[in-house]
């Protein structure tokens, strides 16, 4: 893809101080895309046919896609490397006069994939004309003119998360300057290859690119999912996560079930018995001081918690959900607190596989997810005490034989050395009730008066962190794709509807008026 410039990047109107045209930004760009349907779905279908795994090879070529269409649309794009690091793309569109400067944060890495659990190869976008559990069937991709169907789905890899931002936002800067509409902000533009993966150079880029990046006065983050209503959604914060594996140990080898079952250790039972303690039946975490090492929130935090809309019945019925942990407190109420999940758990096999053996060991990985407040250290100590609390003997590595017969109980704890710390704006922060005002005008023009939801925090985990808490500036989240998406699993897919109103909110936030502020 290459788009077409209407006039050339050195006689744009952002750098020759052009008036602003009669009409506004989000008039512009809905128009542009009304007559670009096609193309723009096009686009987007070839930008996610790059595969985009952190620290592959592939993955450059991918960030070469980007910064060379952030160049077509007249933004000033670079590559910044680092040795053995997934390439950030960093593009700056300077306005004259302009008295601030908003930072986009988009990621265009993703995770990883097995096409075998794919309906198609996921890096061959595949259009569908719903979605495949609503009866939808595959489809053809429309001719320049031809009609689309916001109902459409476009399955692939990352069309969800988060490749759908980046194909919002080349649309709206194209149309801008096509019709001679200024940003009423600089923009400084940042795509991270990493985030997937952690991030875990991000921190070195952005100490690396210091000058540029202090001048930005708030982040925008343009990742996430909707609302589960569908309404359009807001969020101020997000949670931290890092991960941890406890292995326990019976026997130095498998043994034989029926010789020496009811008498050797069953590390399946163990385990089990482990895991239980730490949690109980109605999903609240019993280990001592898990609920006592968070912020809490503030008024307006408050405020907006109360006002969100009460899903939780229709989305229990969507997922087959008779009960849900923590009853009666709801999703977002649940999601400002810290939780301990079992993400993996391997004891022997199953299925056609299983055998009558008792298992050497057992093996649970645990994730946690951290709210404002949590540190990484604090909550894996109270993991790892807790663990102790049950009579294990705790080890940072597999026994020897003289640990094994000296402690009945050993739990070896791995993990838990980095991870990602939670991070949360304040609602009353000047700048983000601007950029909510910017929002709520783009929900209210894409889905009604009032459509816009606020909400204090979501569950996933983005590095907002390392621009709040590190570069020390206000940091919003700005989701756009549909809640039903399949992040992060096969058969991921974005609704075009939301990659519509993605160019409108974009639209909107980059003609901000200054008088916000």
Same mark, same amino acid.
């Given at each position: 893809?290459?788009?077409?410039?209407?006039?050339?990047?050195?006689?744009?109107?952002?750098?020759?101080?052009?008036?602003?045209?009669?009409?506004?930004?989000?008039?512009?760009?809905?128009?542009?895309?009304?007559?670009?349907?096609?193309?723009?779905?096009?686009?987007?279908?070839?930008?996610?046919?790059?595969?985009?795994?952190?620290?592959?090879?592939?993955?450059?070529?991918?960030?070469?896609?980007?910064?060379?269409?952030?160049?077509?649309?007249?933004?000033?794009?670079?590559?910044?490397?680092?040795?053995?690091?997934?390439?950030?793309?960093?593009?700056?569109?300077?306005?004259?006069?302009?008295?601030?400067?908003?930072?986009?944060?988009?990621?265009?890495?993703?995770?990883?994939?097995?096409?075998?659990?794919?309906?198609?190869?996921?890096?061959?976008?595949?259009?569908?004309?719903?979605?495949?559990?609503?009866?939808?069937?595959?489809?053809?991709?429309?001719?320049?003119?031809?009609?689309?169907?916001?109902?459409?789905?476009?399955?692939?890899?990352?069309?969800?998360?988060?490749?759908?931002?980046?194909?919002?936002?080349?649309?709206?800067?194209?149309?801008?300057?096509?019709?001679?509409?200024?940003?009423?902000?600089?923009?400084?533009?940042?795509?991270?290859?990493?985030?997937?993966?952690?991030?875990?150079?991000?921190?070195?880029?952005?100490?690396?690119?210091?000058?540029?990046?202090?001048?930005?006065?708030?982040?925008?983050?343009?990742?996430?999912?909707?609302?589960?209503?569908?309404?359009?959604?807001?969020?101020?914060?997000?949670?931290?996560?890092?991960?941890?594996?406890?292995?326990?140990?019976?026997?130095?080898?498998?043994?034989?079930?029926?010789?020496?079952?009811?008498?050797?250790?069953?590390?399946?039972?163990?385990?089990?018995?482990?895991?239980?303690?730490?949690?109980?039946?109605?999903?609240?975490?019993?280990?001592?001081?898990?609920?006592?090492?968070?912020?809490?929130?503030?008024?307006?935090?408050?405020?907006?918690?109360?006002?969100?809309?009460?899903?939780?019945?229709?989305?229990?019925?969507?997922?087959?959900?008779?009960?849900?942990?923590?009853?009666?407190?709801?999703?977002?109420?649940?999601?400002?607190?810290? &939780?301990?999940?079992?993400?993996?758990?391997?004891? =022997? %096999? !199953?299925? $056609?596989?299983? #055998?009558?053996? *008792?298992?050497?060991?057992?093996? &649970?990985?645990?994730?946690?997810?951290?709210?404002? =407040? %949590? !540190?990484? $250290?604090?909550? #894996?100590?109270? *993991?790892?005490?807790?663990?102790?609390?049950?009579?294990?003997?705790?080890?940072?590595?597999?026994?020897?034989?003289?640990?094994?017969?000296?402690?009945?109980?050993?739990?070896?704890?791995?993990?838990?050395?980095?991870?990602?710390?939670?991070?949360?704006?304040?609602?009353?922060?000047?700048?983000?009730?601007?950029?909510?005002?910017?929002?709520?005008?783009?929900?209210?023009?894409?889905?009604?008066?009032?459509?816009?939801?606020?909400?204090?925090?979501?569950?996933?985990?983005?590095?907002?962190?390392?621009?709040?808490?590190?570069?020390?500036?206000?940091?919003?989240?700005?989701?756009?794709?549909?809640?039903?998406?399949?992040?992060?699993?096969?058969?991921?897919?974005?609704?075009?509807?939301?990659?519509?109103?993605?160019?409108?909110?974009?639209?909107?936030?980059?003609?901000?008026?200054?008088?916000?502020?």
């Amino acid at each position: 893809m290459r788009l077409l410039l209407l006039v050339a990047f050195a006689a744009t109107p952002w750098t020759t101080g052009i008036p602003l045209a009669a009409q506004s930004g989000p008039d512009v760009a809905r128009a542009y895309r009304e007559s670009n349907e096609a193309s723009i779905l096009r686009d987007f279908a070839e930008l996610l046919s790059y595969p985009n795994r952190a620290f592959t090879p592939e993955i450059r070529e991918a960030a070469l896609y980007i910064r060379d269409e952030m160049r077509a649309a007249g933004v000033d794009t670079r590559l910044v490397e680092i040795e053995g690091a997934s390439p950030l793309v960093l593009g700056v569109l300077e306005v004259p006069g302009a008295t601030r400067t908003l930072g986009i944060y988009v990621h265009y890495d993703g995770q990883p994939v097995d096409p075998n659990n794919w309906t198609h190869d996921p890096f061959e976008p595949t259009l569908y004309s719903a979605a495949m559990e609503y009866g939808g069937g595959p489809i053809d991709m429309p001719d320049a003119g031809e009609p689309v169907d916001p109902e459409w789905r476009l399955y692939a890899r990352s069309a969800g998360d988060d490749k759908a931002p980046i194909a919002a936002i080349l649309p709206v800067l194209q149309a801008f300057q096509g019709e001679g509409i200024t940003p009423t902000s600089n923009l400084i533009f940042m795509f991270d290859g990493e985030e997937e993966a952690g991030s875990r150079n991000l921190g070195a880029y952005m100490e690396r690119e210091r000058a540029v990046l202090d001048q930005v006065d708030i982040w925008l983050f343009f990742d996430g999912p909707a609302h589960a209503s569908g309404r359009p959604q807001l969020t101020f914060g997000v949670r931290g996560s890092f991960g941890m594996e406890v292995t326990v140990y019976g026997a130095t080898r498998n043994l034989h079930s029926g010789h020496y079952g009811n008498w050797a250790p069953d590390t399946g039972n163990v385990m089990a018995h482990l895991l239980a303690s730490m949690k109980d039946e109605d999903g609240h975490v019993t280990i001592d001081g898990w609920y006592d090492t968070f912020d809490p929130i503030g008024p307006e935090e408050r405020a907006a918690l109360e006002a969100m809309p009460d899903w939780d019945a229709e989305l229990k019925r969507e997922l087959g959900l008779a009960w849900t942990e923590g009853e009666p407190e709801t999703l977002p109420e649940r999601l400002l607190v810290p &939780a301990l999940n079992v993400r993996g758990l391997t004891s =022997g %096999n !199953t299925g $056609a596989l299983a #055998r009558n053996v *008792i298992p050497n060991e057992a093996v &649970a990985a645990l994730g946690i997810r951290m709210v404002k =407040g %949590n !540190t990484v $250290a604090q909550l #894996r100590a109270l *993991i790892v005490d807790h663990i102790r609390g049950q009579g294990f003997h705790v080890v940072d590595e597999d026994p020897d034989m003289e640990t094994r017969l000296r402690y009945p109980r050993i739990a070896k704890v791995t993990g838990g050395a980095g991870g990602s710390i939670a991070s949360r704006t304040s609602m009353a922060d000047p700048l983000a009730q601007s950029v909510m005002a910017a929002a709520s005008n783009a929900a209210d023009r894409a889905f009604g008066e009032g459509a816009l939801v606020v909400a204090p925090g979501m569950g996933g985990t983005l590095p907002l962190y390392l621009f709040t808490d590190v570069a020390g500036k206000p940091a919003v989240v700005v989701p756009v794709a549909n809640h039903d998406n399949n992040q992060h699993a096969p058969d991921e897919n974005l609704r075009v509807a939301n990659l519509w109103y993605a160019i409108d909110l974009y639209a909107s936030l980059m003609t901000m008026p200054e008088t916000i502020f």
